[in-house]
């Protein structure tokens, strides 16, 4: 018996209990890097133009963006090309809760100086709970902020107990439900389950439009 | 008559890893620890208890690549010659150990639990555990739901379709391996979005899981927190995890699982024994690994080499006290929920499945004394499925839950960070070409449609969340950043063949003899109904 062979047993000791590390037990195995090419790097660029914002928790956001050289240069131009070099890269992050598609009605932004090049940032928001659209562009001592992209819209969790304590309930009738949905014969072909299930859906979408008797509150 | 109800929720799932291209792969191993000292143990004990009339449920979560690994002849044959393997190495050490009363005990249990492994596995199911579970879930004891159809991080896709397509695929896919729909989901890692109960009604499904704060953060406040569902908006029931049957068992401090007296996972046999006698055991390099026998107990803070030897009839009598226990806690906290709320409570114990046997050795015996604990020695608490709780409490209140998870922190940090964030732009822009190749080619056939296909599924496989928490863990990581890679490498190159009319039929027909998952799979779901692609 010789027990303490395999360098990598040596850790064991300090591993914490907690949930992760359980789910980890069942993918604890060592040695496997040796086994395997790595694969093959993904493309650098995509030639798009685009801004996406991602939820993390309640208090930070994940952004990452790429733009094409073209999309730039027309920037440069709009800014005129001396005034460029004074350019800071700036992400403007608006909060956008109860506004409208637009951003006019934001009710306010602030903005984070970057890097560009970064190409992903994770950004910290003061309040919990709101909708964020985000703004790449470059900030120049004149003032001018000249947008570059514009994200999509997300919602962060509030991470509290609501304050709205007001309830209402509703009954949902099983056996309607599972009616919607009953076992299709394995035997259809593919079409016509694809055709019955459009039905079901539209079934189910009147279903549960609201009004049906299944569906009260009390 | 009960005051309460206790539901208890196993989430079984690995990510699909299958190497044809190799004779032996190392991750293929995970698949089959988990077959050996968790799937076939609860099979074997729900099958008991069946047989002696104990009234108990279960509800297991069995995910779309699990289940196609169950079900692949591959994995299958791969499983029989590993566990015939580790058969032969018991028997070995039960002769190798005739002198040692104190190990023989030891090697004797392995050998008949493996033994008792083959006899459920080859002699009672010929290799197919999907039957198993089917059937049980027929005779009314287990309730099997569904999961994302690869374990995708739902709110971390922006493309709508992208969440839809795991739902609808996953749905389809427990059709076809249980014979009806799911009636309820288990959201990757818990993971919930505002809204994506709606993609869960369009499958027909009618309840989900969530964390504790993702229920009782919702708008408005629940009138009876997590000790009774929600309906969204959208009619789909919320049940959420009840963090003081998770804390007993998760716990660091307090958790069952590092009793002093269960098995130590970490001193294995593939380590200890002497080089000449394991290497036939270990895999085609040679290297020591774990192998699965291990005849130590935890025993405390002490290094491995200090560890006694592992007592399995102390551990089991262990395993019936920490049962006890259990209930004991739920009794009382039942009661106590009674009182406060004036209705009976459910109480929702959530695990990872493969928590019990393959982590926690003794998690297995630990269930089956639960249940007849729960039969015989008290009439405080029903076990029941969530649809039955649904059957028999219809009135539930309207609650939009929030985003959260299960994770770290409870929102989306682990598979959102420095380590694995570069993955995203890469899946997003697969899947908005994805879902730009299924509205330029509504009707393919032939060789175009298996492009097709394929493509989805090369997507599907490189959506599975698996990839970013290994990232995150740093275990496996060269093999979830190569999983990742190779995946969106093969859809970028079928997205280009098939825009430009090239396609190799040699390239899709290796990678469709490597990424089988989802053979009937059709690439039409990543089609629009009636929307436009756009961000959600």
């Known amino acids: 018996m010789d027990p303490d062979s395999g360098s990598s047993l040596s850790h064991s000791q300090d591993l914490p209990a907690g949930r992760q590390d359980q789910e980890l037990g069942k993918f604890i195995i060592d040695g496997t890097d040796t086994l395997l090419e790595p694969g093959k790097p993904l493309p650098d660029t995509y030639g798009d133009n685009c801004l996406v914002i991602m939820p993390r928790d309640p208090l930070c956001l994940f952004a990452y963006w790429e733009a094409t050289a073209d999309r730039l240069d027309a920037l440069r131009d709009q800014a005129g090309r001396e005034t460029w070099q004074t350019g800071q890269a700036t992400l403007r992050v608006y909060d956008v809760t109860g506004a409208g598609e637009g951003l006019d009605r934001a009710s306010r932004f602030f903005d984070i100086a970057i890097s560009y090049d970064a190409r992903r940032w994770y950004i910290h928001v003061p309040e919990p709970g709101r909708n964020w659209v985000v703004e790449l562009g470059f900030k120049f001592p004149d003032g001018r902020f000249l947008v570059l992209l514009r994200s999509n819209r997300i919602a962060l969790p509030g991470g509290a107990v609501s304050s709205q304590t007001d309830s209402r309930w509703m009954i949902v009738n099983m056996e309607a439900w599972e009616k919607m949905f009953e076992v299709t014969p394995h035997s259809a072909g593919s079409a016509e389950v694809a055709k019955m299930m459009a039905q079901r859906w539209e079934f189910l979408k009147s279903v549960f439009s609201g009004s049906s008797s299944w569906k009260k509150d009390i | ?536």
């Open chain 2, 1 to 536: 008559m009960e005051k309460g109800y206790l539901a208890l929720v196993l989430h079984a799932h690995l990510p699909f890893v299958r190497h044809p291209e190799y004779e032996d792969f190392l991750e293929e191993d995970w698949f089959f620890e988990a077959v050996t000292e968790t799937y076939l143990p609860l099979i074997d004990i729900m099958t008991r208890l069946v047989t002696e009339k104990v009234h108990f449920r279960l509800t297991m979560s069995l995910t779309p690549p699990l289940c196609a690994m169950l079900s692949d002849p591959l994995l299958q044959s791969r499983y029989r010659r590993y566990l015939g393997h580790l058969i032969e190495l018991s028997e070995k050490e039960v002769h190798r150990t005739r002198n040692q009363p104190a190990y023989q005990d030891i090697t004797r249990m392995y050998h008949q639990k493996l033994t008792r492994c083959r006899q459920i596995y080859e002699d009672w199911y010929r290799g197919n555990l999907l039957q198993a579970f089917r059937q049980l879930q027929n005779q009314g004891v287990l309730e099997i739901v569904t999961c994302a159809a690869t374990h995708g991080y739902l709110p971390l896709m922006i493309h709508r379709q992208a969440a839809r397509a795991q739902i609808r695929v996953a749905a389809d896919d427990y059709q076809r391996h249980f014979g009806r729909r799911p009636r309820g989901v288990w959201l990757a890692e818990c993971a919930y979005n505002p809204g994506d109960d709606t993609l869960l009604k369009e499958a027909g499904i009618r309840y989900f899981f969530m964390d504790a704060h993702g229920l009782l953060y919702g708008t408005p406040r629940p009138r009876y927190g997590v000790y009774a569902p929600a309906y969204c908006p959208s009619g789909v029931a919320a049940f959420a995890r009840d963090m003081e049957s998770a804390h007993q068992v998760w716990s660091a401090e307090i958790g069952y699982p590092g009793d002093p007296v269960y098995r130590e996972f970490y001193r294995d046999v593939g380590y200890d024994l002497d080089y000449d006698t394991i290497k036939p055991y270990l895999h085609s390099d040679g290297v020591r690994r774990n192998v699965g026998l291990k005849y130590h107990r935890i025993t405390g803070k002490v290094p491995l080499n200090a560890k006694e030897l592992y007592n399995p009839a102390a551990a089991r009598e262990k395993a019936a006290q920490h049962a006890g226990n259990f209930l004991f806690n739920r009794q009382k906290q039942v009661e106590h929920l009674y009182g406060l709320l004036q209705k009976k409570p459910v109480v929702l114990a959530m695990y990872d499945a493969e928590l019990f046997g393959h982590w926690w050795y003794e998690g297995p015996d630990f269930l089956e004394f639960l249940f007849r604990k729960l039969h015989h020695d008290q009439k405080d608490i029903r076990m029941v499925t969530p649809s039955e709780y649904l059957e028999e409490n219809p009135n539930n209140q309207i609650i939009q839950p929030e985003m959260s998870s299960w994770g770290d922190k409870g929102y989306h940090e682990v598979w959102l960070n420095g380590a694995n964030d570069w993955i995203y732009r890469h899946l997003h822009k697969a899947t908005e070409l994805m879902i730009d190749l299924a509205e330029q080619n509504p009707s393919a056939t032939g060789l175009r449609e298996r492009a097709l296909n394929q493509a989805a599924r090369e997507l599907y496989l490189a959506q599975s969340s698996d990839w970013a928490f290994l990232m995150t863990v740093g275990t496996a990581t060269s093999y979830a950043q190569k999983r990742t890679l190779d995946h969106l490498n093969r859809f970028l190159a079928l997205n280009q063949q098939i825009r430009q009319n090239t396609i190799d039929d040699l390239f899709l027909s290796e990678i469709e003899r490597r990424d089988t998952i989802f053979p009937h799979l059709d690439y039409r779901v990543f089609r629009m109904t009636q929307q436009k692609a756009v961000l959600v």
